[in-house]
C-alpha cells in the first residue's frame, strides 16, 4: 500500500523534468493524503501537469470511508479486475513524486514513519490510472490511483507493498496510448533495492494537517520515541 507521499519540488523543477507545462501555481508538498487535488500527467495530456484528486474526491469520501482500495490498485491484476481494465487500457498517469512513507509497527501502539528516496532526492514517477466520473451536482471530478507491487527488501522490512515506480525511460512509454498491454505490464516491476534509501523522519508526518519542510528531514527515533534507539 502507499497511502502518503511527498513532492517537494519547486514548479519549475517540475516543468524541466517532466517536460511539461503547469498552468497556476504549486507549492511544494511534503504530506501528500488521500482524496487531496495534487499534479499528474496523463496519457489525455502529456505535455501538460493536470490536477486530480488522489483515490476518492472530498464530497465522495463524506459517504465512503477512505480504504486501500480506493487510492492503490495491484500491478498483478491490473489488467484482470473489471473496476481498473479500463482505466489501464486507455486512461494511464504519471504521479510525480521525491519520496512516500510507510510506518513500521515497534509495538502494540507504536509505529515510526520511514521515507523512502531514490538516488539523491531524485524526482521520480509512480504509475498510475486516472477516472473521470460526474458528480451528484453534475459536476466532472477525475481522480487517480497508485499501481503498487511486490515490496524490495528495503520497503520488505516495513510493508508488504510499494508503489510502482517507473524507470525514467519508461515514463513517455506509460503514457503512450498505442503502448501493447505485454509492454505496459512489464514496466509494472519492483523498483531495485540498490537505487533507493531509506530514513526515519518526524512523527508529525501522522498527521495530515502537517504539510512542511521539517517532515522529509531526517530524525533519529531517539528524538521521538526516547528508548526506541535500537531501532533506528
Not at 487535488?37 to 469520501?61: E, H, N, Q, R
Not at 486501500?68 to 513524486?97: G, V
Request: aromatic share 12%; hydrophobic share 35%.
Amino acid at each position: 500500500m502507499c497511502g502518503r507521499y511527498s513532492l517537494s519540488k519547486s514548479k519549475i523543477e517540475l516543468e524541466e523534468r517532466f517536460q511539461a507545462e503547469m498552468l497556476g501555481n504549486f507549492q511544494p508538498r511534503y504530506n501528500i493524503a488521500p482524496t487531496q487535488l495534487v499534479p499528474v500527467i496523463t496519457s489525455d495530456s502529456p505535455k501538460g501537469f493536470s490536477f486530480f484528486y488522489w483515490g476518492i474526491t472530498p464530497d465522495f469520501a463524506k459517504n465512503k470511508p477512505v480504504s486501500q482500495k480506493f487510492i492503490n490498485a495491484k500491478a498483478e491484476t491490473i489488467d484482470q479486475k473489471a473496476s481498473f481494465k479500463s482505466s489501464f487500457k486507455s486512461r494511464r498517469c504519471l504521479i510525480p513524486a521525491d519520496g512516500f512513507y510507510e510506518w513500521k509497527k515497534v509495538g502494540k501502539k507504536t509505529k515510526i514513519p520511514y521515507r523512502f528516496t531514490v538516488g539523491e532526492e531524485e524526482t521520480f514517477a509512480f504509475a498510475g490510472i486516472w477516472e473521470e466520473y460526474e458528480n451528484e451536482s453534475g459536476k466532472i471530478k477525475h481522480t487517480f490511483l497508485i499501481l503498487t507491487t511486490e515490496p524490495n527488501s528495503l520497503v520488505s522490512d516495513i510493508h508488504d507493498r510499494m508503489p510502482v515506480i517507473l524507470d525514467k525511460e519508461n515514463e513517455k512509454k506509460w503514457l503512450d496510448k498505442y503502448a501493447s498491454e505485454s509492454d505496459l505490464l512489464n514496466m509494472l516491476k519492483t523498483y531495485p533495492v540498490d537505487l533507493m534509501h531509506s530514513y526515519t523522519v518526524s512523527q508529525q508526518v501522522n498527521q495530515i494537517k502537517n504539510d512542511n519542510p521539517t517532515l522529509i528531514k531526517k530524525t533519529s527515533p531517539m528524538d521521538q520515541f526516547g528508548n526506541y534507539t535500537l531501532f533506528g
